[in-house]
């Protein structure tokens, strides 16, 4: 019998204003990394009220980190330093590897009933990946596989269900993204890897963990961080549920954090700002490749 990952615990979004003004739900974030490590972030961004989101987020500089933004409703307009410009649309994923630095901006448009919602997600990269060339990997939404289940869908985003992967390969802090929908009072049950750091960010409708809890309510949201263990079972309550599954194998290294900036030491991070003051933040020959 598989060991089950029970709740290890349970945190609801703080309202935060980022970036130009933008209104967002913050999941988790800065104090939080050791327990969800490799995870730095989580944000919950949009809404019906263009003029809390449409400010954006204008140029800023990322190094040491990975930026994972999944669109649900509306577009993101993005551009960077050394020339990448284009569009996330809805159900499309941008994986963002800053690597060694990049300065870049990411603006927000509603849809046509000014509707926008998505999600952003920053992991850590190991001291031995910090300075990597950076990279892009934008994955429009048909190229992510849907595998029916009897009890609902599931979008593979990075991972596998069964005999099905996701188009993000080559990760090195090997993850999952799943985005599950269950039908109303459905159980799923899914491997996981002992070791792995794994939360659920439920969005809509409710769920159970495991058979120690009650029904828990999506509202404005929810991340559930499991125990350790091989597997997860979720059952969804009357109204079905849709949620993120995430999981990543953590780095248990040392995290020094400023603003967009993530590194191991206080003198690296000094590093980034100074590069930044001089104009040598963006390295040379650095092209962010297209993956």
């Known amino acids: ?6 709740i290890a615990s349970i ?16 999941m988790f974030g800065f104090g939080k990394e050791n327990l969800f490590d490799p995870f730095l972030l989580l944000d919950n961004f949009g809404g019906d009220k263009p003029e809390e989101y449409l400010a954006g987020f ?3 500089p990322h190094r040491g980190i990975e930026t994972i933004t999944y669109m649900l409703e509306g577009d993101v307009e993005h551009g960077d330093s050394i020339g990448n410009q284009g569009w996330i649309h809805p159900g499309d994923v941008q994986w963002m590897t800053a690597g060694s630095g990049i300065i870049h901006q990411e603006m927000p448009k509603g849809n046509a009933e000014g509707r926008m919602s998505g ?10 990946e910090k300075m990597m060339e950076p990279r892009y990997r934008d994955i429009r939404s048909q190229d992510i596989p849907i595998v029916e289940i009897p009890q609902g869908m599931i979008r593979i985003i990075c991972g596998s269900v069964g005999n ?12 999952e993204y799943l ?3 269950l039908h109303p009072n459905q159980q799923w049950s899914h491997p996981t890897t002992p070791g792995h750091t794994v939360f659920v960010l439920l969005f809509r409708g409710g769920a159970r963990f495991s058979e120690e809890t009650d029904i828990l309510q999506a509202g404005e949201g929810l991340i559930v ?6 597997q997860v079972v979720i059952t969804s309550g009357g109204n079905g549920a849709r949620f993120l599954l995430i999981s990543g194998k953590p780095l248990k ?8 900036i993530v590194m191991n030491t206080r003198d690296e991070l000094q590093t980034a700002f100074t590069e930044l003051r001089l104009g040598t933040f963006i390295k040379p020959n650095s092209q962010a490749l297209q993956g």
């Open 164 to 175: 099905t992967s996701g188009p993000v390969q080559d990760i090195v802090i090997s993850p």
């Open 11 to 26: 945190s609801h979004p703080q309202p935060v204003v980022d970036g130009a003004g933008v209104h967002i739900k913050r």
């Open 58 to 60: 204008p140029w800023h």
């Open 119 to 128: 999600f952003q997600l920053w992991a850590n990269l190991p001291s031995s």
């Open 179 to 181: 985005d599950v929908t």
């Open 1 to 6: 019998m598989p060991m089950l990952r029970s």
């Open 253 to 260: 290294e040392p995290v020094a954090w400023g603003g967009p």
């Open 225 to 230: 961080r499991l125990s350790d263990g091989e």
